[in-house]
């Protein structure tokens, strides 16, 4: 069964399975970092700073981001790091841990960090940045701003950059249906299902019809979702 926890392996594939279900319905911060060689995740964005004074370091890190992109605005890595502090302002001090969302002081560090991530983009850097990327999929995604296509555009920076793992499809699959972009979700759920232990793929399967439906019938525009038999 997918809930016989027993073995360390299926216990960690289950867990990356509700991980990416959870970006769907509003898991709050518990994705960054899964699934991949690359680090940069929720304890990177408060690293560095403990007690009281994690806020001013933060602070003071937002700003020394900024001087950098002001002196040389073509520096697409000072960019990146002007994402990645925004972003880290706004988990820090903007998001309410009870109720699992952002404030309107954190919506903003995250619109902030947004225009950030954009202006990096646009310079087109060779490799983007997928520890940065990995933030910015929560930050954009349905949990963040709600801007799913970038969300999705983003995740796919995170693929092309980490080992393929049935949980970053499950990631990338729901992302997808949050953005209406069906066909990339269909596809990506698919290849989820292909990764998993074969014992799995059943359970999986439904799962990811579940987040379909679900997505499909909160999604103005979304193609609806298919019956399927068997």
């Known amino acids: 069964?997918?809930?016989?926890?027993?073995?360390?392996?299926?216990?960690?594939?289950?867990?990356?399975?509700?991980?990416?279900?959870?970006?769907?319905?509003?898991?709050?911060?518990?994705?960054?970092?899964?699934g991949g060689n690359t680090s940069g995740g929720l304890f990177d964005a408060f690293s560095g700073g403990g007690g009281g004074g994690g806020?001013?370091?933060?602070?003071?890190?937002?700003?020394?981001?900024?001087?950098?992109?002001?002196?040389?605005?073509?520096?697409?890595?000072?960019?990146?790091?002007?994402?990645?502090?925004r972003f880290s302002s706004a988990t820090q001090g903007g998001y309410d841990q009870a109720t699992s969302t952002y404030t309107a002081k954190g919506k903003q560090e995250l619109q902030q960090a947004k225009t950030a991530w954009d202006r990096y983009l646009a310079l087109k850097p060779a490799k983007p940045d997928a520890n940065v990327a990995r933030l910015m999929v929560q930050a954009l995604g349905p949990t963040g701003l709600g801007a799913n296509d970038d969300a999705v555009a983003a995740m796919e920076i995170v693929l092309d950059q980490s080992d393929e793992t049935s949980g970053l499809y499950?990631?990338?699959?729901?992302?997808?249906?949050?953005?209406?972009?069906?066909?990339?979700?269909?596809?990506?759920?698919?290849?989820?299902?292909?990764l998993a232990p074969k014992d799995q793929r059943a359970a999986l399967k439904n799962n990811l019809e579940a987040a379909k439906k679900a997505a499909t019938a909160t999604t103005p525009g979304a193609a609806p979702a298919a019956a399927t038999t068997g």
């Open 1 to 34: 069964m997918l809930f016989d926890l027993r073995g360390r392996g299926r216990r960690r594939t289950v867990q990356t399975i509700y991980v990416g279900l959870a970006l769907l319905m509003g898991g709050g911060l518990v994705l960054f970092g899964i």
């Open 170 to 194: 499950v990631q990338y699959a729901t992302l997808a249906y949050a953005a209406g972009q069906t066909r990339k979700g269909d596809l990506a759920a698919g290849k989820a299902v292909d």
């Open 55 to 85: 806020g001013d370091l933060v602070t003071k890190q937002v700003k020394a981001a900024e001087k950098r992109v002001k002196a040389n605005p073509q520096n697409a890595p000072a960019w990146a790091d002007l994402a990645r502090q």
